[in-house]
């Protein structure tokens, strides 16, 4: 029975969801090597996405109830290390962000993005079980205080852009757990007015960095943004996009942003500009399309999940990789503020790609049980 059992759960593996995973991976790296072909990122990220395939199937073998059981363990080491980061001498600080910790023979790793997965797993295992009906207010503040040790941590790193990303997992999870309509009313209402009152004090008390500040107000007013200094960015990201054209620049024999040093952080942040510059709108849209894919299959996977706790995880990652998408595409093409936010499978990284493959192994793990009690 065993044995059956193990056949029907291999066939049942979404190749699918895998291939395309890796195959953004792959056109990510490409890219990488178009945008610093002098330095090592593009060889790192191979070797990152060949410990994601494995870390992948190794998760995917696992019985998903395990990973759920032993979600409040996991949660409690990705707050320890959020911890660890925030300690002098074991944190490592890169661009003002003592975000990463340093491990020998892996090198640097980001524990802050690591931590979704176990919050997931926590709002899951805790919405999941409750009973039907609308939810109600005591329910929304415990989701609430899940999200919130890991984000306060997040917060004295400072990373403001790992921070914006795990929200989604908290609105995904209570939007499918129920939440009463004039619940989501009044927080759009408050949000609508806490939003710009806490910009507006922030910027009073200096909470607010100045350059933070610079960054929102090149995408309010443009016309008046200084194109070499606090506008340097997003205007030379909206320059390499335009350079693009319609398939690149690579078969006009231009000269690309990234290579001659215009565009900064040309395979993390800016990865989509290196892609729209290389490949011009052909390129951005195969891209694109290539995400819908793979987030249909996320989703075909949610569907089909024998339980609400599986659901829920699945669909909480389809918000968070959608969520991130969005942001750094809006940033790339001037639409929203330089934040920080990686492009999923394509910005160079291993602790994105990693966590990243980790989340898909966990959807493929749910598929692959759909039929076994």
Not at 25 to 53: D, E, M, R
Not at 315 to 325: C, H, K, L, P, R
Request: hydrophobic share 55%; charged share 15%; with cysteine.
């Amino acid at each position: 029975m065993v044995a059956i059992i193990e056949k029907r759960q291999l066939r049942d593996f979404d190749w699918l969801t895998a291939v395309v995973a890796m195959a953004i991976v792959c056109f990510g790296v490409w890219q990488i090597y178009n945008a610093q072909p002098t330095q090592s990122y593009w060889t790192k990220q191979i070797v990152g996405l060949v410990i994601a395939i494995i870390v992948l199937a190794v998760v995917a073998s696992t019985d998903y109830r395990r990973l759920i059981d032993a979600a409040p363990v996991f949660y409690a080491l990705g707050l320890l290390l959020l911890v660890l980061v925030l300690i002098p001498g074991l944190g490592v600080k890169v661009n003002g962000q003592r975000a990463w910790l340093a491990v020998p023979f892996i090198g640097r790793f980001q524990p802050s993005e690591f931590v979704k997965i176990p919050v997931v797993l926590m709002l899951a295992k805790y919405f999941g079980n409750r009973r039907l009906g609308n939810l109600r207010i005591k329910e929304i503040f415990f989701g609430a205080a899940i999200l919130a040790a890991p984000v306060f941590l997040i917060l004295l790193e400072p990373d403001s852009g790992q921070v914006i990303t795990y929200f989604p997992l908290l609105a995904v999870v209570l939007y499918l757990s129920a939440v009463r309509m004039r619940y989501v009313a009044i927080a759009i209402g408050l949000m609508a007015i806490l939003v710009p009152a806490a910009y507006f004090v922030g910027i009073q008390t200096g909470t607010i960095k100045g350059y933070q500040r610079e960054r929102i107000e090149v995408i309010l007013d443009p016309e008046n943004a200084d194109p070499r200094g606090y506008g340097y960015h997003t205007f030379q990201s909206m320059i390499t996009v335009g350079k693009g054209r319609l398939t690149g620049i690579e078969g006009d024999g231009g000269m690309s942003q990234s290579v001659l040093k215009f565009l900064p952080e040309p395979h993390t942040d800016f990865i989509f500009a290196v892609t729209a510059e290389n490949t011009g709108f052909v390129g951005c849209i195969s891209l694109l399309l290539a995400y819908g894919l793979l987030l249909s299959r996320l989703v075909v996977g949610a569907r089909e999940a024998p339980d609400r706790i599986g659901m829920l995880v699945i669909m909480a990652i389809v918000g968070a990789i959608t969520f991130q998408i969005f942001m750094n595409v809006g940033m790339v093409l001037g639409f929203l503020p330089v934040i920080g936010v990686p492009l999923p499978l394509m910005s160079s990284g291993l602790s994105s790609i990693l966590s990243t493959f980790i989340a898909i192994g966990f959807v493929i793990s749910v598929k692959m049980r759909r039929f076994v009690n």
